[in-house]
T-cell receptor
Framework: DAKTTQPPSMDCAEGRAANLPCNHS???????VYWYRQIHSQGPQYIIH???NNETNEMASLIITEDRKSSTLILPHATLRDTAVYYC?????????????FGGGTRLMVKP | SAVISQKPSRDICQRGTSLTIQCQVD?????MFWYRQQPGQSLTLIAT?????????ESGFVIDKFPISRPNLTFSTLTVSNMSPEDSSIYLC???????????FGSGTRLTVV
């Protein structure tokens, strides 16, 4: 799986959009971009994933650049409960047995 | 997505003893994954557990230290053997969700070895 690079930490004001960047310059054509988050003392939680088109669900939006070398996770209206470590992971999807490889992630602190 | 029940949620154990962690899934899954998260660190995969076959261990992890059982398609156990303080970590099990739903993780077992 391709390697990802994320900033170690970010701050965001409550109610504002949180934009979390991820670089994955070695991504291959069949690799998807997945985002997970881990709130303190809990297991990681799936947020969203995409291949090349932008994606949106009830939790977040995922913007993938045209060359697929980077992406941004957007939390449109961050709340204090969004404070967590966010992991960007690149992997081949729907491949049973292909485990997740976690990098360092970005520690997002949402402040009042 | 699958619901995972992991037990115990936390434990404090004496050096040299062993602890068995249980992971129960509410649906049948082909593979289950066991991860370790050391204090302040990211998650590291320990092993992949297939029903009916030996677990596959990642580099740095061995069966004698982390024996795994997978008796059926909804259950697995991870044992941390002959524990030392360096084994103090959060241990998590995970399964792959249905197509497009990503992986689901248990809430983790916070282990402290004294």
């Amino acid at each position: 799986d391709a390697k990802t690079t994320q900033p170690p930490s970010m701050d965001c004001a409550e109610g504002r959009a949180a934009n979390l960047p991820c670089n994955h310059s070695t991504i291959s054509g069949n690799e998807y971009v997945y985002w997970y988050r881990q709130i303190h003392s809990q297991g990681p939680q799936y947020i969203i994933h995409g291949l090349k088109n932008n994606e949106t669900n009830e939790m977040a939006s995922l913007i993938i650049t045209e060359d697929r070398k980077s992406s941004t996770l957007i939390l449109p209206h961050a709340t204090l409960r969004d404070t967590a470590v966010y992991y960007c992971i690149v992997r081949v999807a729907y491949n049973a047995g292909n485990m997740l490889t976690f990098g360092g992630g970005t520690r997002l602190m949402v402040k009042p | 997505s699958a619901v995972i029940s992991q037990k115990p949620s936390r434990d404090i154990c004496q050096r040299g003893t062993s602890l068995t962690i249980q992971c129960q899934v509410d649906s049948q899954v082909t593979m289950m994954f066991w991860y370790r998260q050391q204090p302040g660190q990211s998650l590291t995969l320990i092993a992949t557990a297939n029903q009916g076959s030996e677990a596959t261990y990642e580099s740095g992890f061995v069966i004698d230290k982390f024996p795994i059982s997978r008796p059926n398609l909804t259950f697995s156990t991870l044992t941390v053997s002959n524990m030392s303080p360096e084994d103090s970590s959060i241990y998590l099990c995970s399964v792959e969700g249905r197509r497009g739903q990503g992986y689901t993780f248990g809430s983790g077992t916070r282990l402290t070895v004294v």
